[in-house]
C-alpha cells in the first residue's frame, strides 16, 4: 500500500508544491491548521506528517506535541521560523526533522524518503516469515497484496481503514476486539475516548461485506465487549 502523508500548512502555494512532488507515490492529506489535522488523524491511517509552524487556532509546536502523545510517526518541521531556538525547540517536543523555508522540494521529498525508510523499513527484522498473500473466511477473501476484498469472486475495493479493519478481523475469526484494540490496532493511536469513529467504519464495512448489513454474519456485534468476526464453521452451520 502507498504511505499516507499529512501536510498541515496553511499556505495553499507551499502545500500544491509539495503536492506536486509527491502524490505520484503517496496518498496525500492535508490541512490548513492543527485543529483539522487532529480531525485527519481520527479518520485515517498516516504514516508520516509534515507541519508548520505557525498557523491559527493550533500552531504546529502544539500540534506537534498532541501527536507525540498519541503516536510515534515520523514528523518533520517545514518552517520559515529558521532561528536556532525554533529548531532546538521542535526537535526537543519531538519531531524528527526540521526543513527551512525557502525550501528545495527535492530535498523535502529525499527526507520524507529517509523517515518512511528508517520508521517503517530498517525497524523490520532481518528475518521474517513470509506471510499468506490471501486470507479467505467464508465468501470473502482479502487479497494483502492489492489489497482488494473478493466476495463469491466479484472484486470490493476498500478503504486503507477498512483494509486494516478486515485484516484484523479476518487473521483472527471468532476473537473478540474491545474498540480499544481496535483503534489502537487499526489507526495506531493511543484511544483515548469512546466517539463514533469505530461505529462508523464498522458500518461501512458491513455495507461491503454483508448480503444484509442490519443482520451481519460475518462481523458480529458482542454487547457490552467489542467486535469479532465469524468463525469459518459459524459460516458453515445449516
Not at 482479502?142 to 481503514?161: F, P, Q, W
Amino acid at each position: 500500500m502507498r504511505k499516507t502523508i499529512l501536510i498541515v500548512d496553511d499556505e495553499p502555494d507551499i502545500v500544491d508544491l509539495l503536492k506536486l512532488f509527491l502524490e505520484k507515490e503517496y496518498v496525500i492529506l492535508e490541512a490548513s491548521n492543527g485543529q483539522e489535522a487532529i480531525h485527519l488523524f481520527a479518520q485515517a491511517s498516516i504514516d508520516i506528517a509534515i507541519i508548520d509552524i505557525m498557523m491559527p487556532h493550533i500552531d504546529g509546536f502544539e500540534l506537534l506535541q498532541w501527536i507525540r502523545k498519541h503516536s510515534k510517526l515520523p514528523v518533520i518541521i517545514l518552517s520559515a521560523r529558521n532561528q536556532d531556538m525554533d529548531k532546538i525547540v521542535g526537535l526537543g517536543l519531538g519531531a524528527d526533522d526540521f526543513i527551512s523555508k525557502p525550501f528545495n522540494p527535492l530535498e523535502v521529498v529525499a527526507r520524507i524518503q529517509a523517515q518512511l525508510r528508517r520508521t517503517y523499513e530498517f525497524n523490520e527484522p532481518l528475518l521474517v516469515q513470509p506471510s499468506a498473500r490471501e486470507t479467505s473466511v467464508g465468501d470473502l477473501t482479502l487479497d494483502h497484496d492489492a489489497c482488494l476484498l473478493y466476495k463469491r469472486g466479484k472484486v470490493i475495493t476498500l478503504s486503507a481503514i477498512e483494509y486494516k479493519l478486515l485484516k484484523l478481523f479476518m487473521d483472527k475469526p471468532g476473537r473478540i476486539f474491545t474498540k480499544k484494540q481496535i483503534f489502537e490496532n487499526v489507526w495506531s493511536y493511543q484511544y483515548l475516548a469512546d466517539d463514533n469513529t469505530i461505529m462508523v467504519q464498522i458500518s461501512r464495512l458491513r455495507d461491503k461485506i454483508e448480503d444484509s448489513p442490519r443482520v451481519p454474519t460475518y462481523l458480529i456485534t458482542v454487547r457490552g465487549l467489542g467486535y469479532r468476526f465469524a468463525k469459518k464453521d459459524e459460516l458453515n452451520a445449516p
